[in-house]
């Protein structure tokens, strides 16, 4: 079950004792966001609203929504991270922890049966962070080497992003495997093809340990066929995306100069979320490239081919007749 730090929240609005709050989070927490708010209306006798577009990320927060609501705090639930404030957001933005409680202990055995003997990288997402040192020792018991690879940015040692991979990347030389702990195949086929090397979860829900190697290769599979399809584009939608923390309007413009310089003719779009219905309005667009968040693009189905920015790298090298190389295996796909 996701545990709310509803401590630290009730303990802010005792300190600053704002006249109106906001609150947001990823999706599967929502409804214990909703139960948060109504308790701190019941304690504190104030307004507290759930934004309830999505925030998928620390690149994705609304502060700016929060603002216009005249809320001057806005608790941002469940997206652990070692940074207090964010370039590019307002600053009305508290980050609060959300945890899963779900215990290992039942799956840990599958574990060990697969991995006794070997070198693994143990990572996770924020949820189940605060597991990874007791499930580390658990695994150390019983002639596992558990490597945890460093933190660097936002991260912590050990977390990754959809599209931050450090920690993982820092131990692939060293270590058989990479085991995530928690639920997530988006995180999961992530690492898997950032790192190159076998990538499993353990998952507490399921009670399984899953190799997710293959669906990462399909991600894969899926994202290059759209480079091929790209490089016979004469007309190039290049979109910004609106969200606070993944605006790159310098990478739009460079991909624009870039494809231009190749003789591709490009109209420039904005959008705060990128979907193939709001995409379907234009005409005369064969491919288009987003430098928002990397996942829209290999994780979504679009009519045209939509491409991220590192897939957008590797179309213009192959637009330059070079050999398209492994254009993932980057710690970060921006
Ligand atoms: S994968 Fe997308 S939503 Fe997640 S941190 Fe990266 S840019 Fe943000």
């Known amino acids: 079950m996701i545990v709310i730090d509803e401590k630290a929240i009730f303990d802010v609005i005792s300190l600053k004792k704002p006249v109106t709050v906001a609150l947001n989070a990823p999706d599967g927490m929502l409804p214990q966001v909703q139960q948060t708010a109504m308790n701190i209306t019941k304690k504190f006798d104030i307004p507290a609203f759930v934004l309830a577009d999505t925030t998928w990320g620390t690149c994705d927060l609304n502060s700016n929504g929060a603002k216009v609501l005249g809320a001057e705090i806005l608790f941002n639930i469940g997206h652990t991270n070692k940074l207090e404030t964010f370039p590019g957001t307002q600053d009305n933005v508290i980050m609060i922890d959300a945890f899963d409680d779900i215990s ?102 399921f009670n399984e340990v899953r190799d997710v190697t293959d669906f990462a290769k399909k991600i894969e599979k899926r994202a290059t066929l759209k480079i091929y399809k790209a490089t016979e584009a004469k007309v190039f939608g290049v979109i910004v995306g609106l969200k606070e923390g993944q605006f790159a309007k310098i990478t739009a413009l460079k991909f624009k100069k870039e494809l231009e310089e190749r003789g591709k003719e490009v109209q420039l779009l904005a959008l705060t979320d990128i979907t193939n219905d709001r995409l379907k309005n234009f005409t005369g667009i064969d491919a288009f490239i987003q430098v928002a968040c990397p996942r829209i693009s290999t994780d979504n189905e679009f009519d045209k081919p939509m491409l991220s920015t590192p897939q957008a790298n590797a179309l213009l090298k192959m637009l330059k007749n070079e050999k398209l190389d492994n254009y993932l295996e980057i710690p970060h796909w921006l």
Request: proline share 3%; aromatic share 8%.
């Open 104 to 205: 290992f202990d039942q799956v840990i055995p599958k574990a060990i049966e697969i991995f006794e003997g070997k070198i693994i990288s143990l990572i996770t997402d924020s949820q189940h962070l605060h597991q990874i040192d007791t499930v580390k020792e658990k695994l150390e018991k019983h002639d596992i080497i558990v490597k945890i690879g460093k933190g660097k940015g936002q991260l912590n040692d050990g977390q990754v992003f959809g599209c931050e991979f450090y920690p993982a990347m820092e131990t692939r030389e060293q270590v058989d495997a990479n085991l995530f702990l928690g639920q997530s195949n988006f995180h999961a086929a992530g690492v898997a093809l950032s790192t190159r090397i076998r990538t499993y979860i353990l998952d507490p829900y």
